[in-house]
């Protein structure tokens, strides 16, 4: 198991190398003067030649490149001319709010399916019928929408939660990030509930759900022990495949509700021309959909010995 | 049994009354929209049209959606945006499902090409698509021309990789090279044998990734990098109905219901074709 | 009735029917029959013939469209088809167990065989860890599975079909029950294995005085294994009779078509004898006996009115009017 985590890690690093020249050539490829944009419109011509010099733009691309290379090595992500600051330490101020928000959504996201997705599957043939209706409906609706009638019904009419903003204490935190939380939930849910009950119907019919109760165990205990542990493994894998796009969305919702994470970050780095720091949280980004995906098949091969046998003959 | 299973059309011809009625409902609501976007703008009052005396008004009888901040008539804007949104999805959907296919069928009969196009399919897919997308349109500039540089180069992965999954079910590699033993030519095997048995799938993928392409040219409107104002298109509108949302919320909650009706309209005909075309998946 | 003398099983006009869209199939039409102590008791009949609905009625586990709609299961005198929830959990848990027909599927396959089998020992009552653990290895030895120690922290999937089946087992004698419910529990095994656990199943209702009630297509099956027969089709209940007399002189043109369907070495025929027709629609519901369509010897009265079980020869049954002018011509076509 180990081994497995230490491959999996290895493997991460040539991505990023990848990923790094991708950014790298993608920043360098648009038009616009970094020089010009970081001095403004009345900058001299001497003033940004020399700052093309200080920051090594006027040598070949591919010695940048290896400037480039070796700063990431050091953990240099760049400066911020735009905020006054490292990279990097921007990307540090905002992670915590940025996992926050996440971690939150998938939070309210798995309270409000399982239930869902346990009901509809003892429900029968309507409840299929709803949790399709329910999936067609969330594909339908653009997040940055529900998140403003969340506003305007609970911050606005209703001003049970604040208007935006992160807050200072836990609890403060925990009621500004309620309905950013809640507008990522809300596109989770569908997908969650859909793969859920799928399996929970499924398992329901199966013989060892039928092999339990003819051992005299109780029927509520045949539906955790039995149905539902073997049911959860799609559900999780699905989940994992989604926090990719979950990172997406974190970029319009925070948007929205003015959450200073590191999709705000992205958001304003990108208007405002700041490359190194959208360099930074690409690399951000795409390191934490890698640590998901990684998480997620460590947690599928605690709950499922199939597939923990299929990934060590897979070494 | 299809979404919508609880009503079931009782009426008309035999035929029409064995689809389901998600499909039917689907390209009802998408053949309005499309009746609306292209004649409607002919009936509607000047979208673009300021009246500084009637800013900010609600829903009325002069102005069935009320006005915005310029005073323009809304549902005028909603009406002329669906042009451009629909547009949207249509230009978007149908080039990425075209090179998507393409390169999935050559990747699933060719297997140095399979390799390579994986790999970059994985690349493009694992990450936060709409990340990407605002990326690409923010470094070239805001604007529908560059919209459409991203929506290309992010959006043929999907097909990509569902196609070439199918043909390798098909029988992929080997089809072709048995087929090239027997002296038949590849492309003959393509398009006879092959490509009939793999446009079922990329072709539901389409009516998901319409909705979802609306959904991204409307964020990026709606972010400020994509339509341009003073241009209606609904997600900016939706953007530019932010800053009054507690004093004029009609301003961004009706655009959003335009959106909804185009991208439910869209699923639900996925939804129903996938019914029709493949049954035997188990609901 | 004293203890002894009941039966473990007793059905009486059991009827079944899986509800649909349109009309609905029988799936079970007035069975009646019942299994002494220590009997081994085989239901066959082929595929669709209701002989696996009967047997999960028994046991309460119908499938959520089917259900009893006449007549009255008892096991160990106890009321299954009224049963309360409770009431089926609690003769689950002390008077019968079911063997199914796949042990991969009928195993769970994200909990170890130890779990499984503890798990049966604790619905049965048994608190103490260690006793329950020393059950679990005594069972696993009596069905013949060696190294119980390291085969109890197994999953599933990693053991062999024919292991599988006899935890299978094992987790059904564990409580040791009065009855046991077998579906065609050989069906999914290789050939070679389907001989050791029909023995083991044999052996152990000897030894421990269990009934079996064993579900299965294979007349070759029930005449290795069982004492008593019953032969279904189309959901009823064509003939019964101890299993050396029913095979020697079927009273009933179905299973003496069965017999005679059986290939055997050294038989002088170009063809394999098969019995004419389809099997019957079970949705829907004819007049006079169910087998006349394909019947080598139906009469006028066959089609026309429904013939019941009815006693000859001690305690065979058969449904065929016509069995006593046919017994030649039975017996002779089974051989």
Redesign the interface.
Known sequence: MLTFIVVRVAQMVP?LI??SLAMFV??R???GDPAQVALGLYATPEAMAELRTLWGLDEPLYVQYWVFLQQLLRGDLGYSYFYGQSAISLVYERLTPELFLVVYAVAIAVVISVPLAIWASLRG??A??LS??LI??G???????IG??L??LFA?WWPIFPVGGYGTTLGEQLRALFLPALTLALGLVPLIVRALRASLVEALEADHVDMARSKGIVESVVFFRHAFRPALIPSVTILGLHM??????T??VE??FAVPGLGQL??TA??SRDYPT?VAV?LV??VF?MVV?LLTDIIVALLDPRARAAMVSAQ | ??????ARVTTGPAWLRRLPPSLIAGTLMLAVAIIVAWTGPMFTLDPLELDFSAVLQPPSAEHWFGTDNFGRDIFSRVINAAAIDLQFGFLCTIPTLVVGTALGVVAGTTRWFDTILMRLVD?VV???????I???V????PGVSNMFIAVMIVGWASYARVVRNEVLVVGGHQYVEAARVLGLSSSRVLWRHILPNVVVQPVLLAT?NF??WI?VG??LG????GVQPPAPEW?VM?GE??TF??QA?WM??LP?LA??YV??A???VG?GLSDVLRPEVA? | MSPAAMPTVEIDDLSIVYAAERGGTVAARDVSFAVQRGEIFGLVGETGSGKSTILRAIIGLLHRNASVTGGTIRVSGQDVTGASRDKLVELRRRHMAMVFQDPLRALNPVMTIGAQLAEAARAAGLRDRARIRTLIIETMARVGISDAQMRMRAYPHELSGGLRQRIAIAAAILRAPELILADEPTTALDVTIQDQILMLLRSLCRDLGMSVVLVTHDIGVVAQTCDRVGVLYAGRLVETGDVATVLRAPSHPYTAALLASIPRIGQHRDRLRVIPGRPADLSVQVDGCPFAPRCDYASGDCTVIRPRLETHRGSQMTACWRHNELQPQLAGAST
């Open positions: 991505v990848g990923i993608l920043v490829v648009v038009p043939g309507i299929a019928a399709r209706l067609v409906f594909m339908s609706m653009p997040a940055y929408w403003m009638l506003l305007l606005i990719g796009q979950l990172i997406g969305a970029l319009i948007f929205v992205m958001l990108i208007s959208v690409t980004f795409a959909v995906n | 049994m299809s979404t919508v299973a609880l690349i694992a990450f936060p698509f709409y990340v990407l605002i990326a690409i923010a470094s070239l500039g998901t909705s979802a959904l409307s964020a709606f972010l400020g990098l997600g939706i109905g932010r949302l507690a919320p961004a909650i959003g959106i909804f991208c439910l869209a699923i639900l939804d609901r």
